[in-house]
């Protein structure tokens, strides 16, 4: 079984500054690793996935997130948010079959 | 292709009514999946179809809940006598099923039971 802690339940972040959205999992086998986005009112979007290869991985939109075995972390950061970043973000494994585990969510909110 | 599709977007109920939702999934993809997003938590699986066979129930899924995919195609979740601790989103998704089996969300149900 799978599954994964999200350790920030709220970031607050001024525009324009960083931020690093903290993801640990759990798991007995090779796993898959997701990052998904909700936008107010809107349905689960795929940020960025881990699957093999490299591991630091990269969305269309500035984020990035490092996939680090060791420590069976995923964590995501960007470098420079916007106000349309404001958000929740979920962590989620799968480890390639039926069904995916999600973390609790990061509710992301940038302020100008 | 217009994604994965839910209806209602939003039900209101009394407890102890029954109430139907219905999802559509991109076109091509075999495999459909529903979860249940409680305020202040992750989706968490419910169940999921390959075609219209249901292969896994979380326990989550109690007796009150049923889910259907009788053609294949579009699927209903059907809770009987419901209660306020059914109130969540309920979101579904669609995949493939082939390769690392990305899962495509709708948009959910915003159940609210009074």
């Known amino acids: 079984a799978q599954s994964v802690t999200q350790l920030d339940s709220q970031v607050p972040v001024f525009e324009e500054a960083p931020v690093e959205l903290r993801c640990n999992y759990s798991s007995s086998v090779s796993v898959y690793l997701f990052w998904y986005v909700q936008y107010p009112n809107q349905g689960l979007q795929l940020l960025l996935k881990y699957l093999s290869g490299s591991t630091l991985v990269e969305s269309i939109n500035g984020f990035e997130a490092e996939f680090n075995k060791s420590k069976t972390s995923f964590h995501l950061r960007k470098p420079s948010v916007h106000i349309s970043d404001t958000a929740e973000y979920f962590c989620a494994v799968s480890d390639g079959g039926n069904k995916l585990s999600f973390g609790a969510g990061t509710t992301v909110t940038v302020r100008a | 292709d217009t994604g994965v599709s839910q209806d209602p977007r939003h039900k209101i109920t009394k407890r102890g009514q029954n109430v139907t939702f219905r999802c559509d999934p991109i076109s091509e993809h075999n495999r459909l999946y529903w979860y249940r997003q409680t305020l202040g938590q992750g989706p968490e699986f419910l169940t999921y179809?390959?075609?219209?066979?249901?292969?896994?129930k979380s326990r989550l899924l109690s007796d009150r809940f049923s889910a259907e995919r009788p053609k294949g195609s579009f699927s209903t979740l059907e809770i009987q006598r419901t209660e306020q601790g059914d109130s969540a989103m309920y979101l579904c998704a669609s995949s493939t099923g082939t390769g690392y089996n990305e899962q495509f969300f709708g948009p959910g149900t915003r159940l609210t039971v009074l």
């Open positions: 179809f390959q075609n219209e066979a249901q292969l896994e």
